[in-house]
């Protein structure tokens, strides 16, 4: 059985940083793709980050240049480094993973974290 945890979320001011992490747990998976999506109230679950292996990785257009997805392969853990973070960055952001070539909607992706709180002030 394959969970994702994710960590790191918490409350910084616009232009600041935060780190989120998602590791895996239970069975060990080597996930062709592992991805960031986030989801503000009231809105629809958005793609944000993909890396796909080797290392291969793809940016929404909206945190392009400002956020960077890394993977740690020996932890099986990826990472989402967050900077020059607005306020419309404000979401829950979940991590997801798949076995196979995975693209940019909820529904490409098997697995999922519970989601971590990223809220950004003005």
């Known amino acids: 059985q394959v969970q994702l945890v994710e960590s790191g979320g918490g409350l910084v001011q616009a232009g600041g940083s935060l780190r989120l992490s998602c590791a895996a747990s239970?069975?060990?998976?080597?996930?062709?793709?592992m991805a960031w999506f986030r989801q503000a109230p009231g809105k629809e679950r958005e793609f944000v980050a993909r890396?796909?292996?080797?290392?291969?990785?793809y940016y929404a257009g909206s945190v392009k240049g400002r956020f960077t997805i890394s993977r740690d392969n020996a932890k099986n853990t990826v990472v989402l480094q967050m900077n020059s973070l607005k306020p419309d960055d404000t979401a829950v952001y979940y991590c997801?993973?798949?076995?196979?070539?995975?693209?940019?909607?909820?529904?490409?992706?098997?697995?999922w974290g519970q989601g971590t709180q990223v809220t950004v002030s003005s």
């Open positions: 997801a993973a798949d076995n196979t070539r995975a693209g940019l909607n909820v529904i490409d992706y098997a697995y």
């Open positions: 239970g069975r060990t998976l080597n996930f062709t793709t």
């Open positions: 890396m796909r292996y080797p290392g291969i990785t």
